[in-house]
C-alpha cells in the first residue's frame, strides 16, 4: 500500500515538473492556449463535483460568469487589489449558487436540468439588460492584472505558474473534498438516494452543498480568466460553453477524478489541432463527440482498460494457436 | 386599442411557430424520454431547404414545405435509429448525442449558405390584408397561422382517433406497461421522432420567410421550446399548445409595451416559479423516470 | 438573385482537400501568387471569419486580398528603399476574447505582422493591454475602443457611428416638416446603444424630438410586436441605429403600412430588402454606406484607386459577400501604406507618429484626428462622409457631410446622450 501511494506521489510529481516546463518550448499563442486550458481543467473538476449527486446542472457556466464579474467590478469599480477580489469572487459565486439552491433543489433530473438552464439564462441576460454596472453586451475591460513583487502578469509564462499553483491547490482541494466523508454522502446520495435518506441523511443539504462548492471553485475559476484576458463580457459564459463543459466531462468520463480533466484536456487539444478546417470544425468536434458517447460510454478514461482487455484476448488467443 | 388588437394578432402569429417547435419536443421527451438539444436545429433545416429550393433554386414554395417536412423527418428517424435507440437507457447518452448532431447540422448550412449574411427568403404570398382599417396581416403570416393550425389539429386527431396515436400516448405514459400490453415501443419511438421532427421542419419551412436564416438560428427556438414545454407540462401535448398561446401572447405583450429582454428574463423566471410551484406544468404529469 | 453560387471559403476548403494538404496555416492563399524577388510585408487581420459576425469580418479579408493582390501584380511597394510584396496573414477568432487574444498574439510573434487590423468591441478590449505594451499598432471600426492611454489603437477608416450624424442633418435639412423621430436598435454597447445615442445627439441638434427609443436583444425572431409596438407612437421618422436586423424590421414597417421617412446606419444587401417588399417602398431610405461603383466616388477628392473597378473585382470573386467592411479594411491597408512609405519604415512606433503627425487624407475627404472629447485620446480619423439614398432600387451618394464640424459644434449634446445610455466616456 504505501508503495503505491509514494508511486501515485512520484507520478504526480513529475506531471507537474512536465507542466512546469512545457509552456518553454511551445509557440507564444500556445501558451495562452496553455492557460485557458488548465482553467478549464478546474472548470471541469469543480463541475464534476456537483455532478457526484447526480444532477446535472446547465448554470456552471455562468457560475463562472459570477466569480468573473465579481471579481471584475471588485478590482475595478472597489479597487481592490487582485489578492482579495480573487478569493471573494469564489465567495461570490457560493452566495449566489446557495441563493439559487431554494428553488432549484425542489427539482430532480430532467427538471432540474432546464431549471438550472433557464435561472443561468436570466442571470446572463441581466448581465446584458443592466448596463449600469454590468457594462451590457461588451461587458466591462480593462481590469487589472494581479500584482506581485515585480512579476509582470501579463506575460503569459508568470501568468501559467500562478494559474498552475493556484488551479493545482484547488484541485487537492476539491480530490480530499471527494474523498472525505463528505464526498463518500455525495455518492451515496446520487447512486442510493432513499438508502441515504432512510439512514437519516438530508439529501438537500448534500446537493445545496456540492452545488455550492462547486460553484466556490468555478468562480475562482472565472476570476483567474478574466484577469488575464482583461475583459469580461456574457458572450464568455453562454449556453456554448456550458454544452463544452458537459462534453468535455461526459467524453472523458464522470466517473473519475481525471476522466473530466482527460476530457477537458484532449478535446481542447484535438479542437485546437482542427483549427485549419475553419467552419468545418464543430462537425469534426460533433463526430467525436457521437463516436466517443456509442463506443466509449464510460468515457475516455475507460480506453487504456478497453485496449488492455481487447490486446489481451489478442495474446491469449495467439498463445492458444 | 388599436395597438391592444393589433398585439393580440402578433401574438397569435407567433403562437403557431412556438407550438408546431415545442410540440415536436415534448413528443419526444414524453415517448423516448430523450431531451432532443438539436430540435431547433431540425427547424433551422427546415428553414434552409426552403431557402435553398425556393429562393436559390425557384422551386415552386408548397413542393419546397413538402421537400423540408420529408428531409427533417428522415434526419429525425436516423436520429432515432443510430443515436437514441442504442443511448436508449442512458437519458444523458442521448441528450450528448443530439449536441453531436446540433453541431454537424450547423456546419451542414454552412457548407450549404457559406458564412456571410443571414440569408433572406422572398415572401411567395405578398400583400397585407387590412382588417377594420388598422388591423393588419400580411397574407404570408395568415398562411402560415393557417397551416400551423391544421398541422395541429391533424396531430390531435392522429393522438385521439387512431390506434398508432393511442399507443402512442400509452407509452409515454408508462413505457413498461404499454410494452407489456404488447406495445411495440421501438415501433412507437421511430412514430414520435417522424411526427416530431416532421412538425419541425413545418416550422421552419414556414418561419422561412419571415425571419433571418442563419446556421445559429435554431439557438432562440430552443430556448423558446423548453419555455413552453417546461410551462405547458412536460409530456403534455395540449399543455405545449396552450403554453405556446399564453407565453407567445405574454411575449408580445411585454414586447410590445415595455422592453424584448425584459421580456425573456420574466419568461425565463416564470418558468422557474413554475417549476417551482407546480412541477408538472399547468397541463402535465409526472413521468415516470 | 445570384442563384447556387459556391461559396469561397468551401471552395477554399475544397481546393485544400483536393491538393491533400493540411499544413498548418492560417495566412491566406493567394489565387495567383505572383512570383518576385521583393521581400514580404505582413499584415495582420485579426477577425471574425465564422459565426454571427463573420459577415463584419470575412468581406474585409476578400477586399484586402484584392488590394494587395493589385499592388503585388505591380511591383509591390516601396517602403524606405526596400520593396515588398504585402501578404495578408489572418486569423479567426470568431468573435471571442480568448480567441482573439491568442490570434493577435500569433500574427505578431509568428506570422511576423508589422500592423493588425481588427473589428472592434470586446475582442479589441481583450488584445489592448498587450498590444499597447508591445506597441503593436491596431486598427478597429468602433472609436469607442480607443482609451486614454491606448496609443497604438487607432479608427482611420469607419468611425462608428459618429458619421450617422450627416444622414439626420441632411434628412431635417431637405424634410423641414419631418418633427418627431423614434429610434430602434440592438441593445449591445459596442454596435446599437453608441449608434443610438449619436442619433439622439444628432436628432437634437436637428430639432427633431425623439419620442421613443427602443432597445432590443439578439434573441428576437419576430419584429412585429417591436414595429407595432413604435408605430403606435407616430413617428415622422424610423431610425434604425442596428446593423443586424434590418431586413425583417423593414419587412414588419412594409408590411404594417409604415409611410414617413426611414434612416438607417447601414442599409446592407438592399436588394434583399426590396425582395421582401418593394422598391417603391425602400426608395427614399436614408444611409451611410455607399456602394463603391457610385458616379459620386470617381470623382476628384476621394482616396480610394479605382473604388469602381474594385467593386467589380470583388463582385466577380464574391457575388454574395459585399458588405459595409468589405472596402473598410483595405482602406485601413491603404492609409498605412501611405503612411509607413511617409515614416520609410514599417515599424508601429515610427508609423504611429507619422500617422497623428502628419495630415491624414480620409477615403472620403478632409481628415481631422478626434476623440479626446468622449475616449480620451484624439485616434480617431473623421472626415466626409457620403449620405445615401436609395433611388429607384439603387444606393446613390447624395452628398457628402462634414463630421468634424459637426463634432467640433455638438460634442456636448453627444456626449450627454452617451452618458445617459451609460456608455463609457472620459
Redesign the interface.
Known sequence: MPGTVIRKTVAIGILFIALAILPHFL????Q??LI?LVINVLVVVSYRLVTLTGE?SLIHAVMMGVGAYGSALLSKQAGLSFWISFPLAGGIAAIVAALLCF?LF??T???F???S???G??IR??W??F??PF?????I??IP?PELLDIDF?EPIPYFYLVLIIVTICLFLLFRIEKSRIGLTLHAVHWKASLAESIGVNTWNYRSLAFITGSFFVGLAGAL?VHY???V?P??FD?GFM?FI??WV??GGYRTFYGAILGAVVLSVLDEMF?????????I???I??FS??YL?AGLESLPQRLKRVFGRKDRQMERT | MELFLQSIVNGTIQSGFFALAAVGLVLIFGVMGVVNFAHGELVMVGAYTVWFLHAQHNTPFLITIVIAISLVTVIGMLMEKFLFRPMRDDPLGGLICSIGVLFILQVAATLVGGDGPSKQVPPPFEGTMVLFDFLRIPYQRLFSIAVSIAALGLLWHFLTHTKLGWALRAVSQDREAASLQGINSNRISMIAIAVGAAMAGLAGALMAPLTNINPHMGHNVIITAFIVTIVGGVGSLSGAVIASVLYALYHTFVTTYFNGTVATISGLLIMVLVLIIRPTGIMGHRVSE | MATHTQHPARRKFLKKAAAGTVAATTASVFPNIVLSANKTLTVGMNIPMTGDYAPWGLPGLYGCEIIANNINKEGGVTIGGETYDIKVASYDHGYDTEKALQGFKKLVLEDDASMIMMLGGSTVAAVLPWATRKKVLTTTLLPSDITPDSNYLVATCESHPLYNVTGVEWLARNFPDVKSAAIVTNNDAEYGLQSAATYQAAFEVAGIDVIDTHLHGFDVTDFAPIVSSVLAKNPDVFCMATSFYVTPIMEQLYHQGYKGKIISCTLDYYDEIIAKTSKEFVNGTIFQFPDFDDPKLQEAGVNFPDPAGFDAAFRKDHPNDWSAVAWEYPAILLNWLDAAKAAGSADSESVAATLKANKQEFVFGGGDWWGSQLWGLDNALVGRWPIVVIEDGKARIQEYGDVAGWLSNNKDVLVKHMKDLGLRTV
Not at chain 1, 275 to 283: C, G, I
Open positions: 509557440k507564444y499563442h500556445h495562452d492556449f485557458f446535472w428553488p425542489r427539482m433530473q430532467f427538471y436540468l432546464i431549471g438552464f433557464a435561472a439564462e436570466a441576460l441581466s446584458i439588460h448596463i449600469k457594462g451590457g453586451t461588451s461587458g475591460s480593462a492584472s501579463l480568466k484576458i482583461g475583459t463580457t458572450k464568455q449556453i454544452v458537459l462534453i461526459i467524453v483549427r485549419e478546417f475553419n467552419e468545418l470544425r464543430p462537425a468536434y460533433g463526430a463527440l457521437i458517447i456509442l460510454p
